[in-house]
């Protein structure tokens, strides 16, 4: 009887993760901009949607799902899916695919991104401090544009639109962080890092 032997190979993939906190940021700020009355819903928030933090984060997760990363991989791939879904809930009607969105619909919609993220920002309670902030300011955002959605409060959606970019802040810091205490091989800029 032959013996069975083992292979195993050493990961020396770059971390995918910068890049999917850089999409997610980019697009997040830019669209809420758009949410805190800054200029009106245009293609540059519809492209960077679609391209960058629906496309770049579908790709992410993957590359976190063959690192065996299984937050990462369930967090890029589906805020990627998100900010596709997003760019179809505002193009598909005007191409003549299915009738716009209902508040009503739009806020169940937002309601249950909120609800997905909560879990994951109890995820990161494991993670970091930096994951921390970007999940927690994520599932107030999401609350604050379902109850504005639904109750069509500009006010509030305008304030969302505030804390959005607060968000998405916190999420390029977490990204850059990444991407330079690895080129400098020291922390440049802290992630606070939870002790287990």
């Not at 900010?83 to 919609?109: D, T």
Request: aromatic share 14%; charged share 10%; with cysteine.
């Amino acid at each position: 009887m032959q013996e069975e032997k083992t292979i195993r190979t050493l990961d020396t993939s770059a971390n995918p993760a910068p890049l999917g906190l850089a999409a997610f940021a980019m697009t997040t700020i830019l669209l809420n901009l758009h949410n805190a009355g800054i200029f009106a819903l245009d293609v540059t928030i519809l492209a960077m949607g679609f391209f960058f933090g629906g496309i770049s984060q579908l790709i992410v997760g993957v590359l976190e799902w063959k690192k065996g990363n299984t937050f990462g991989a369930v967090a890029f791939t589906s805020y990627g899916a998100f900010w596709l879904c997003l760019v179809g809930i505002f193009v598909m009607p005007k191409m003549g695919l299915g009738a716009a969105a209902s508040k009503e619909g739009l806020a169940s919609f937002l309601f249950l991104w909120g609800l997905f993220t909560l879990f994951l920002f109890i995820a990161t309670l494991k993670l970091n401090r930096a994951l921390m902030v970007v999940f927690f300011t994520l599932t107030i955002l999401f609350a604050l544009l379902a109850i504005a959605t639904l109750t069509g409060n500009e006010d509030l959606h305008k304030f969302a639109g505030w804390e959005g970019i607060v968000c998405g802040l916190a999420a390029f810091y977490a990204g850059m962080a990444q991407v330079l205490n690895e080129v400098y091989g020291k922390t440049v800029l802290p992630l606070g890092v939870v002790k287990k």
